[in-house]
């Protein structure tokens, strides 16, 4: 379960403030983040995976707060935990498509690279019709060839969190529709939690929950609602 309580959050230049005042998500479900560019939905879903620290409130996920872990227990806590896809998708260049989605076994202190996990990498690419891609060099690809790259890569170690930033946004709606449903059936096999942001409205229907994002920013008046998603207590 992802539990968010009096969540708060300023970049260091002090000119972005988020506030969450109370959130929760329970296990295995699926949500959708919508919401304005510059709201802060990449924000939140940094601060989940412990890339960023809020400046006050608590942030559990699971049995961890997160906020009370130091950088380096937060780093081990995101390789053990979560599976994310950035925006921006951040492969590594000089890396091959199939060794960019072996990458997470390569850096996790404790997973090697087996047979069946080579096994997973080339059936993830094959799912998103990129199999006759392994070799090449991820330079030689186009953006949604890439954000589909940055897919596997997320999904390899069967993460118990998947954090999908925008993961659509370059695809054309066939694509975009695929990879939904790739993302959903995976995260349901494996019993994980999937937060997605879109700005793709049609995708909405297939998730559990909608997380309407503009309801968090500190001009709107509807901060102190309470959200509790997921159906459970909080
Ligand atoms: P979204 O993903 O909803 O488009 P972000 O979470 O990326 O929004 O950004 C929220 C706000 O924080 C924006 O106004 C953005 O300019 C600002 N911001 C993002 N990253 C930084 C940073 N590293 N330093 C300062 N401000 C930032
Ligand atoms: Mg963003």
Do not use: W
């Not at 924000?43 to 960023?52: E, F, H, M, Q, V």
């Not at 087996?114 to 891609?133: G, H, I």
């Amino acid at each position: 379960m992802i539990s968010i309580n009096q969540l708060t959050f300023t970049y260091g230049d002090g000119t972005f403030r988020l506030r969450i005042p109370q959130l929760t998500l329970e296990s295995g479900r699926s949500a959708v983040i919508v919401g304005p560019s510059g709201s802060g939905k990449t924000t939140l879903l940094n601060l989940i995976a412990g890339i960023l620290t809020g400046s006050g409130g608590e942030l559990r996920v699971g049995n961890t707060d997160v906020h009370r872990l130091n950088g380096n227990e937060r780093r081990l806590f995101r390789l053990r935990n979560v599976g994310m896809v950035f925006q921006d998708f951040q492969l590594i260049d000089y890396l091959s498509v199939f060794d960019n989605v072996l990458l997470p076994c390569r850096i996790h202190p404790s997973v090697s690279v087996t047979k069946e996990l080579r096994e997973r990498a080339s059936s993830l690419l094959d799912s998103v019709e990129l199999a006759s891609f392994e070799r090449r060099s991820v330079t030689q690809l186009s953006q949604g060839e890439r954000q589909r790259v940055a897919i596997c890569r997320a999904l390899l170690l069967s993460p118990r969190i998947v954090l999908a930033d925008e993961p659509t946004g370059n695809l054309d709606p066939v694509n975009a529709e695929r990879i939904v449903r790739l993302l959903l059936s995976e995260t349901a096999h494996s019993g994980a939690t999937l937060i997605m942001v879109t700005h793709d409205h049609s995708l909405v229907p297939h998730f559990d929950l909608v997380i309407p994002f503009d309801q968090f920013l500190e001009r709107t008046p509807g901060e102190q609602k309470h959200h509790n998603l997921g159906g459970g207590a909080t």
